[in-house]
T-cell receptor, first 112, second 112 residues
């Protein structure tokens, strides 16, 4: 089984709808991250959390919110989706401050 | 604001040739990461470089870090088709914070 899972894997929604993307991990890591990937722009950090009581904004947090329900679960919400939020979204986890991040399979989101 | 730039962004090369991907970044950091992404897939960690002069090698790939020049290189030796992928470098601007800033990615195509 995958260490980092994301649901759904694909989602089509309409402008103005609220949607939630979910991430779960079995690696036992405290740190979790949400990124979005757009063609030609690499990955950009949306939010990150270093433990269940810690939530921090990343580079592009506007229009997004997150919830850390448990050490293993980190959800990303789009309160009112807009077309320029169409992107590939990745969740990632890491252990210590210097270790690499482990990425989930991604959620492809299309906002019409 | 930290900026991370890769070049080239696109690279088409023949098997058995050698080439280098460059990753330049704009502020001081001694933590740099390389990732690989296959089409439609997630990111896979390749190397973690944690100090000036660090060199890591895995198979036909070798990565190095020069923190004084703010430059990392990913060298490909005797390329094979299986190395076709997009390669990203990412820099941690604040030691241990892991608020990674990614380069745009280099799409590498290796032709028989």
């Amino acid at each position: 089984d995958a260490d980092v899972t994301q649901t759904p894997r694909n989602r089509i929604t309409k402008t103005g709808k609220r949607i939630m993307l979910e991430c779960s991990q079995t690696k036992g890591h405290d740190r979790m991250y949400w990124y979005r990937q757009d063609p030609g722009l690499g990955l950009r950090l949306i939010y990150y959390s270093f433990d269940v009581k810690d939530i921090n904004k990343g580079e592009i947090s506007d229009g997004y919110s997150v919830s850390r329900q448990a050490q293993a679960k980190f959800s990303l919400s789009l309160e009112s989706a807009i077309p320029n939020q169409t992107a590939l979204y990745f969740c990632a986890t890491s252990d210590q401050g210097w270790e690499t991040q482990y990425f989930g399979p991604g959620t492809r989101l299309l906002v019409l | 604001e930290l900026k991370v730039e890769q070049n080239p962004l696109f690279l088409s090369m023949q098997e058995e040739k050698n080439y280098t991907i460059y990753c330049n970044y704009s502020t001081t950091s001694d933590r740099l990461y390389w990732y690989r992404q296959d089409p439609g897939k997630s990111l896979e960690s390749l190397f973690v470089l944690l100090s000036n002069g660090a060199v890591k090698q895995e198979g036909r790939l070798m990565a190095s870090l020069d923190t004084k020049a703010r430059l990392s290189t990913l060298h490909i030796t005797a390329a094979v088709h299986d190395l076709s992928a997009t390669y990203f470098c990412a820099v941690d601007p604040i030691q241990g914070a892991q608020k990674l800033v990614f380069g745009q990615g280099t799409r590498l195509t290796i032709n028989p």
